[in-house]
């Protein structure tokens, strides 16, 4: 299984937990996965320990037709400074019916913003990537009918 003409939207924000971020945008690439980094604005943010990333493109320029997986990291200290455009980006993703998957207090974050988040495509925390990384495969894997390409 890979994730070949798949496209996968990774948010990133001030402090986040460098595991939690980087596993998710590394895995996905790896198996072929188109994955663009949504930042909280234009410029770089930083990670608790300071390494800085800078998202390949703007919330308002993400096509929720385009999209087949939002992912969702925590940070280290603790709720994530989201973005309004980060929040509306989320909100109009979980509409279209778009899975998403987040991990820490990216969860948290998530079941605050929309509510209701399946279980399955939560992570407690960094320790748990690899099963949830699994568990994202086989959900795209198992829905062929979300977007044909």
């Known amino acids: 299984m890979t994730l070949s003409n798949r496209s996968i939207v990774v948010l990133a924000f001030e402090g986040y937990q460098e595991l939690e971020f980087w596993y998710p945008v590394l895995r996905a690439r ?17 990670s608790h320990l300071g390494y800085p990333v800078l998202g390949d493109t703007v919330a308002a320029e993400v096509v929720s037709e385009d ?5 969702v990291p925590g940070t280290v200290a603790g709720r994530p400074a989201i973005s309004a455009e980060q ?8 509409a279209a019916d ?5 991990s820490g207090s990216g969860a948290h974050l998530v079941r605050e913003l929309v509510l209701d988040v ?25 829905d062929l009918s979300h977007r044909s390409r």
């Open 67 to 71: 999209v087949d997986a939002l992912v």
């Open 118 to 142: 399946d279980p399955d495509h939560v992570a407690a925390d960094a320790d748990a990537l690899p099963s949830l990384f699994t568990r994202l495969r086989s959900v795209l894997h198992a």
């Open 87 to 94: 929040v509306t980006l989320l909100r109009r993703l979980r």
């Open 30 to 46: 790896e198996e072929g996965a188109e994955v663009k980094v949504v930042g909280p604005g234009e410029g770089p943010c930083e």
């Open 98 to 102: 778009v899975p998403i998957f987040a």
